[in-house]
């Protein structure tokens, strides 16, 4: 099956509407703490010119389910993806409030998923597997152990998607499906000239290398 691209943290209308063009299938802006976080407004105007060719994402940490759900609702984002740790009753209650796709964080600190991962897989949508870096939710440029995850995540029998974040480069993105064989891989910092600021350069060759294993078709 293909993997799909996520290119995340967006801040320019410009660089999200670049990422639409190579074929991405999500587009994302951060509302959470975080040195690419946008406000709604400029969501907005990020998020305008990409809605017909990719599917948008809005990433949230501490805020509340309402919150959430207004927000989501005015940009008529597609994913809402949560990350500070959220509980499978807080991915219940944001789908009572959105009729998308609710993805959740798992956040890894060593070489095992943590407890709360398999009630989110049996709830969510899809699950982000991301490094845990302690005071960030997320964009650090840190990876987690790939091939012991894999082995975990082989005994799964839930339907929720994967989705590979956290450290993900040009450079070792074909790697990390390799072992992993993720849904979707979601790359930020790893395609950055500056936070917030996307090299287009590093988005092809981040699309190329995954294209190149067979995974999306040829333009």
Not at 22 to 38: D, H, N, Q, T
Not at 40 to 62: I, K, M, N, Y
Not at 147 to 173: C, H, K, Q, Y
Request: proline letters at 4%; glycine letters at 10%.
């Amino acid at each position: 099956m293909a993997v799909e691209i996520k290119f995340c943290g967006m801040t320019r209308a410009a660089d999200a509407d670049y990422a639409a063009s190579l074929g991405a299938a999500y587009v994302g802006v951060i509302f959470a703490k975080s040195p690419r976080r946008v406000d709604p407004a400029a969501a907005a105007a990020v998020l305008a010119g990409v809605r017909e060719r990719a599917s948008t994402v809005g990433v949230f940490g501490d805020a509340t389910v309402e919150t959430i759900g207004t927000v989501a609702s005015d940009l008529r984002l597609d994913v809402v993806q949560l990350h500070g740790d959220p509980s499978p009753d807080v991915v219940d209650s944001m789908r009572r409030r959105f009729s998308g796709a609710v993805w959740a964080a798992v956040r890894i600190d060593g070489s095992a998923l943590p407890d709360t991962a398999a009630g989110l897989l049996a709830v969510a949508d899809a699950v982000v597997l991301d490094a845990r870096v302690a005071g960030q939710l997320g964009g650090t440029g840190h990876s987690f152990d790939w091939n012991a995850i894999a082995r975990t995540l082989e005994r799964r029998s839930d339907d929720a998607r994967v989705v590979l974040a956290g450290g993900l480069s040009p450079e070792n993105v074909a790697r990390a499906v390799r072992i992993i064989s993720p849904d979707v891989v979601d790359v930020s910092s790893g395609v950055e000239s500056a936070p917030g600021i996307k090299d287009h350069a590093r988005m092809r060759a981040f699309r190329d290398a995954v294209r190149r294993r067979g995974d999306m078709p040829s333009e």
